[in-house]
């Protein structure tokens, strides 16, 4: 039968478009990489002084997450299952140096010791 496609077919159809989107994602970022992004970070992160032994986390910032249950019925082009997260088009990537964070609580004034300029009335 013409224009039909058996079930495993559809499947590995679906997962070799995955792996084309893939590999073309892995293209644009070796790309953005050779624009000098690399060297711009080996920059910073000898002028910040960390160490090889730091431990680095990489985050990603400005996305959203669906926090909505539709349900089933729902239209697509506005809404989104529950838990789906979307990258914003001015998302952001985050390095963080975990061992060099300083996690001491800050400290309240003593009795008497805060003195505003302009004080609450």
């Known amino acids: 039968m013409l224009g039909s496609l058996d079930p495993e077919e559809r499947v590995m159809a679906e997962e070799k478009a995955q792996k084309e ?10 790309a953005v990489c050779n624009q000098g992004v690399v060297q711009k970070l ?3 992160i000898s002028e910040l002084g960390w ?16 926090g909505i249950d539709v349900g089933e019925e ?5 809404q989104s299952p529950i838990g789906t997260r979307k ?6 990537i985050i390095i963080k140096n975990q061992d060099r964070r300083d996690l001491t609580k800050s400290e309240p004034f003593a009795e008497g010791e805060f003195k505003p300029q302009h004080p609450y009335k």
């Not at 160490?51 to 669906?66: K, L, P």
């Not at 729902?74 to 506005?78: D, H, L, S």
């Not at 990258?87 to 952001?92: H, Q």
């Open 74 to 78: 729902y239209n697509k082009k506005w």
């Open 51 to 66: 160490d090889c032994y730091d431990n680095v986390t990489v985050e990603i910032g400005g996305t959203q997450v669906s």
């Open 21 to 30: 989107n893939h590999l073309a994602a892995k293209r644009k970022a070796i």
């Open 42 to 44: 080996y920059d910073v």
């Open 87 to 92: 990258y914003n088009k001015d998302a952001f």
